[in-house]
């Protein structure tokens, strides 16, 4: 009993212990971390801290695969002179300083480095605990600097400290600067690489950072051994032969012609993919042009001439007017309202049709006709409005890329300022602003048999090689105008380069279309001077358009008339690529107007005919619900799909979706591996159902 009793105090003593220890932790916890917590934060704050450790930003490509833009990794080397044992230090420090001299800096003996090393190490000289080795090296260079004598031990064992950064990297130089962006300190300026920087930095991790004397900053542990989630790779559109040849020649005319500035753009008849986009700008403090902006996207400016391909596509779409419409010239000078307009140069022609007048780019002819029919008439205004709207000339285009202000065109029904005169300056270019991409945008659609496309830059975004977002083309379903307005307007568009403004520029090569254009500045020259802004808009091969251009010149003191200075820039662009994209260019020939029958599939009978009502493709119908297709010469063959309902179909050439209905309406569990159609199942067609699992396995 005795004994049991003693056994008792004893069991109550440890445990009175341990409650005493728990009270006196508890306290001291809640003391330093409520009580003196602000006091123990600072102090640690001042010597310890988490720093964010970005990932390396993912890739920018072009659009046949190209790196645009890219992240290189560097490293800068510093050694830590007292982390090591000194029978490790003194052992290896000769081995070190010949590698360091072999290896990494030879303008340094081996003596040298050792004299330093120790000197620090010995006498504890400042900077001993993070001693520079280099700076600046690569991966291949840090892995081997880790291997060295002393350094092989890492960061405790030997006191090898490494700091990376990431350098952005444009393999093709300034090519398409603007539109891909900078990053500086890690935060991108403008670009792609901003707009879609979320995808393109990747995932950010935290460093642990320690201080050391003198105020620096070092990683506690070897940041080569961190590696974060890289970012996503952008595949953009921009196509690297015809960027690099549409970048030379606009510079090449805002050279000779002394202009402010200049912006082409380069874009995919079909599908509205960019392919080239150059911006320059004259840098006085650099004496040179810089892309400092991005006008094409962000630029808004009076279009001038350019702008009448709208116009007339607006009277012809009306039923107002057709190509031999007759029009009074006037000798190229006319009193709309109070205020004269004079034609660019005189001409002495009086009566002509709108072929002509829209081919010699008459003010005075296009205005002339617009008054007619929409400022004469009733609710004419409102009706030219609506025509500017449904051409998308209102609107902004939506690229991907900051900066894109929507075009300023005047409402009359709100008060903005309409006058008698808006609707003939309006008519040729004037009381209105666009950027060049939203020129553009509505010229493309014309080429493209008047149905817009939206103009995209990035096609892909990829992880890991993986697409995780797809782009594709996005267009009106409905055409923007009438096919016959559309072939007349193209009709006019090509008679300028043939007999009007444009006919000094046309070519041995290829025939194209479009419209010069000369628009005044808003304001005047240092002198006092008027200035003007050049362009041009058209696209090519003038029967089958492949690519739309837009070409402006910003304020050239020489030529500034669209068909000297913006002009020559297209003609230039587009032999240099109809020469380099010239097998492309027949080889679609070749196959255009051909339907290419697809090949062998089974499914549902009203998906076949829906997609062979919408393209056009023939079709002779024998079944109602399920079919098998059977590409004959020149059509294809629905025949009926017959099942047995006891017994497993054959669903080799469904679509997923076709067979899981089938089948499971048949009492069978489905398991399905691959993607596409059914290329092979795990039960033998004709087997007798009776509920068992069956696996399909896809393309």
Do not use: C
Not at 366 to 373: G, N, R, S, V
């Amino acid at each position: 009993m005795e004994r049991k009793n003693e056994l008792l105090i004893r069991a109550y003593l440890v445990m009175l212990l341990f409650v005493v220890l728990t009270v006196v932790i508890f306290y001291r916890v809640v003391k330093i971390s409520l009580i003196e917590g602000e006091q123990w934060r600072s102090v640690g704050g001042k010597n310890v801290k988490m720093a964010p450790l970005n990932a390396e930003r993912g890739n920018i490509y072009s659009d046949d695969g190209s790196v645009l833009v890219t992240s290189l990794p560097f490293f800068d080397i510093r050694m830590d002179l007292m982390a090591s044992r000194d029978a490790v230090f003194y052992e290896g420090v000769d081995s070190l300083a010949h590698m360091l001299h072999s290896n990494v800096d030879s303008s340094k003996s081996a003596a040298t480095w050792k004299d330093e090393m120790v000197s620090a190490r010995k006498n504890e000289l400042p900077g001993r605990k993070y001693f520079r080795i280099a700076n600046d090296i690569t991966y291949n260079q840090l892995l081997k600097i880790k291997q060295f004598p002393i350094l092989r031990k890492g960061r405790y064992g030997g006191g090898l400290i490494v700091e990376k950064r990431t350098v952005r990297e444009k393999p093709f130089k300034s090519l398409a600067q603007r539109t891909l962006g900078e990053v500086r300190d890690n935060a991108p300026d403008f670009g792609l690489e901003s707009y879609f920087d979320e995808n393109l930095k990747g995932q950010t991790d935290s460093l642990l950072m320690k201080r050391i004397p003198g105020g620096k900053w070092i990683p506690v542990y070897d940041v080569s051994d961190f590696i974060a989630k890289q970012g996503d790779d952008l595949y953009t559109t921009l196509d690297v032969d015809i960027q690099d040849i549409v970048q030379k020649e606009l510079l090449n005319s805002l050279v000779s012609n002394k202009a402010k500035g200049g912006s082409a753009v380069v874009m995919d008849v079909k599908t509205g993919a960019v392919k080239a986009i150059s911006n320059f700008k004259w840098s006085e403090k650099q004496q040179g042009y810089v892309e400092s902006y991005n006008h094409a996207v962000g630029t808004l400016s009076e279009p001038g001439s350019t702008f009448k391909t709208a116009t007339v596509l607006a009277l012809l779409d009306d039923g107002y007017v057709a190509e031999d419409t007759q029009v009074d010239l006037n000798k190229g000078k006319k009193k709309f309202y109070s205020e004269y307009m004079y034609d660019s140069s005189p001409h002495g022609i009086g009566k002509t049709d709108l072929k002509n007048a829209f081919a010699i780019s008459s003010n005075v002819g296009i205005a002339t006709l617009a008054f007619d029919y929409y400022e004469r008439r009733d609710s004419g205004r409102i009706n030219f409005r609506s025509k500017l709207s449904k051409f998308r000339l209102d609107k902004k285009v939506g690229i991907k890329l900051e900066g894109e202000d929507a075009p300023r065109i005047k409402n009359p029904t709100a008060d903005e300022g309409w006058s008698g005169t808006t609707i003939p300056w309006m008519a040729h270019g004037y009381e209105l602003q666009m950027t060049p991409l939203q020129i553009l945008a509505f010229y493309n659609a014309i080429a493209n048999g008047g149905r817009y496309m939206k103009p995209y830059l990035v096609k892909e975004i990829r992880r890991d090689g993986k697409v995780l977002e797809e782009f594709r083309p996005r267009g009106t379903r409905s055409s923007i105008a009438s096919k016959k307005a559309i072939k007349a307007m193209q009709n006019m568009l090509e008679e300028v380069v043939l007999t009007g403004t444009a006919k000094s520029l046309k070519s041995d090569v290829l025939d194209y279309a479009g419209k010069t254009g000369t628009s005044r500045a808003n304001y005047k020259d240092e002198e006092g001077k008027e200035t003007y802004n050049a362009s041009f808009a058209g696209y090519f091969p003038a029967d089958n358009p492949r690519y739309s251009v837009m070409v402006v010149v910003y304020q050239p003191e020489l030529n500034y008339h669209g068909a000297k200075a913006a002009g020559p820039v297209f003609k230039s662009v587009a032999e240099k690529v109809f020469a380099i994209k010239n097998d492309r260019f027949a080889q679609e020939e070749m196959t255009e107007g051909k339907v290419e029958l697809p090949g062998k599939h089974s499914g549902y009978v009203g998906d076949f005919t829906k997609v062979f009502n919408h393209t056009g493709i023939a079709y002779k119908n024998d079944a109602n619900s399920w079919a098998v297709l059977d590409p004959a010469d020149e059509k294809m063959n629905i025949e009926k799909m017959k099942f047995n309902k006891s017994q497993v179909p054959n669903v080799a050439g469904m679509g997923l979706r076709d067979a899981l209905y089938v089948l499971e309406n048949l009492g069978l569990q489905v398991y399905a591996e691959g993607v596409g159609k059914v290329k092979n199942q795990s039960i033998k067609p004709g087997t007798k159902i009776n509920g068992q699992a069956i696996n399909l396995y896809l393309n």
